[in-house]
């Protein structure tokens, strides 16, 4: 048996110490708010801007 929510084969999710995995990248120890590998463009998929704000589409 192993951790669905860790994927650790000592415990199971009821027990598990990581409180929760981000619903973004599956990543353990940040949740979708802070998930580094949320904001990015759709357009050019540059990470410090999202698709609103992206200078590619703006210099069209």
């Known amino acids: ?11 199971d999710a009821r027990n598990c110490p990581n409180t929760s995995r981000c619903s973004v990248c599956g990543g353990i120890g940040h949740n979708a708010q802070t998930c580094p590998e949320a904001r990015r463009c759709s357009i050019c998929n540059g990470r410090d801007h999202d698709a609103r704000n992206c200078p590619v589409k703006n210099k069209r």
Not at 1 to 11: D, K, P, T, V
Request: with cysteine.
């Open 1 to 11: 048996m192993s951790c669905s929510i860790c994927g650790a084969g000592n415990h």
